[in-house]
Each structure stands twice: as structure tokens, then as C-alpha cells.
């Protein structure tokens, strides 16, 4: 139980373009979905947080404009990325909790890559 | 704010041996939740083992434990029999139960190298 699905998996673009993450529990309630951000070997760093049917809350840094989260259901976030440039590109993972589920499911992540 | 240290960068172990990754914390809290997650180059966080701090007994998980040390806010996992597929980032990560921040805080993690 408690699986989480992100996609797309891989994403390539030119810069100028907004990608669009989805994040889906596919078996529970995700009150709750985390938005990562992770460079090599590096730890994660959290982007923002955000609870069904309210506005996020970003952490010191990250630019609300530039990254639009929408949580509009218990089971699905998505991750705007609007007009990336280069410096966006990274790997970014969203993980899931909920009622009844204590720990963070994540998704597969999504290697986003602007040339 | 509570903080995580994993001081290991980087532990080696042979396969079929034992290795034990360790993880202080601190924290003012007497009631939360810690966890042990895998992240292999595939890149996927595989939650490992997870402890509830108001539990006394040690979780273990197959091959995987942990010694939970509450006073010293100590959790370390020790993982048996190593096998090649465990080489992988090991972060560990602590959640809060109450005041409605249950926003986890992880390490910087461990890189675990399985010789064969």
C-alpha cells in the first residue's frame, strides 16, 4: 500500500519552457504532498508543502512564481516549473502522507533537464 | 527546529557482512516519529524502517534494524548479511507528531559502498 506516482520520469525542453509534474497517491488519502528538489549526491531540499485544497507554503528561497504548486485533491499535486531556464534543471521528487500513514511515500522523481 | 546528523559521508562494507550507519538528532519533542530511507542510483526514496519514539522496542524490518537510544537521541541502522543490491544513499529522518508541523527533517546522508 501507500504508493505514491509521479511523471513524467524524464523531461527535456528548451529553455523559455513551463513543464508541468504530476504527484499521485494512488491508494490513499494524500493530505499532504512535499515538493523536493535533490542536486548530486546531495540531500533533499524541500520546495514547499502543500495540504489539499489550500495554498502552499514555500520555504525561504524558493520563488512562488516560478514554481506553481496545485494541490486541488487528496490524490493528486502537480509542479509548474514556469519558463525554465537551465538552472532548473535538477531532479524533483514529491512524496505523499495522510491520514493513517505516519511516513512520506515518495514518487519515482522526475530528471528534468533544460537545454 | 529540530536538526538530523548523519556524520558518515560515505561506509563501506563487504557482502554478507555487517554495517551499522549512524544518526543523531535533536530535538525538544518527547513524541515523534524517525525513519531510515534508501535512495539507490535509480534515484527512487525506498522508506526502509520507520520507529515511533513512545515505542522502547528497536523496529527491525528482515536484514534491517535499528538501535534507537531516546536519551542520547541517537538512531542508528545496522543492516546484516549485506547484500550488493543494499549500495545505496541512506537518509535518515525525523517527523513530528504534534503542532500540526509534520514537515520531515533529513539528513544529509550516507553513501553505502557493497564490495563483493
Known amino acids: 500500500g501507500a504508493v505514491v506516482s509521479q511523471h513524467p520520469s524524464r523531461v527535456i525542453c528548451k529553455s523559455g519552457t513551463s513543464v508541468k509534474i504530476e504527484c499521485r497517491s494512488l491508494d490513499f488519502q494524500a493530505t499532504t504532498m512535499f515538493w523536493y528538489r535533490q542536486f548530486p549526491k546531495k540531500s533533499l531540499m524541500l520546495m514547499a508543502t502543500?495540504?489539499?485544497?489550500?495554498?502552499?507554503?514555500?520555504e525561504q528561497g524558493v520563488e512562488k512564481d516560478k514554481f506553481l504548486i496545485n494541490h486541488a485533491s487528496l490524490t493528486l499535486s502537480t509542479l509548474t516549473v514556469t519558463s525554465a531556464h537551465p538552472e532548473d534543471s535538477s531532479f524533483y521528487i514529491c512524496s505523499a502522507s495522510g491520514r493513517g500513514v505516519t511516513a512520506q511515500h515518495f514518487g519515482d522523481g522526475t530528471r528534468l533537464s533544460i537545454l | 527546529a529540530q536538526t538530523v546528523t548523519q556524520s558518515q559521508p560515505e561506509m563501506s562494507v563487504q557482502e554478507a557482512e555487517t554495517v551499522t550507519l549512524s544518526c543523531t538528532y535533536d530535538?525538544?519533542?518527547?513524541?515523534?516519529?524517525l525513519f531510515w530511507y534508501k535512495q539507490p542510483p535509480s534515484r527512487q526514496m525506498i522508506l526502509v524502517i520507520r520507529?515511533?519514539?513512545?515505542?522502547?522496542q528497536n523496529a527491525t524490518e528482515n536484514r534491517f534494524s535499528v538501535n534507537f537510544q531516546k536519551a542520547a537521541k541517537s538512531f542508528s541502522l545496522k543492516i546484516s548479511d549485506s547484500q550488493l543490491g543494499d549500495a545505496a544513499m541512506y537518509f535518515c529522518a525525523y517527523r513530528s507528531t504534534s503542532g500540526g508541523s509534520y514537515i520531515p527533517t533529513f539528513g544529509r546522508g550516507t553513501s553505502l559502498i557493497v564490495h563483493p
Open positions: 530535538t525538544s519533542e518527547s513524541d515523534y516519529y
Open positions: 520507529q515511533e519514539a513512545y515505542k522502547q
Open positions: 502543500s495540504n489539499e485544497g489550500s495554498k502552499a507554503t514555500y
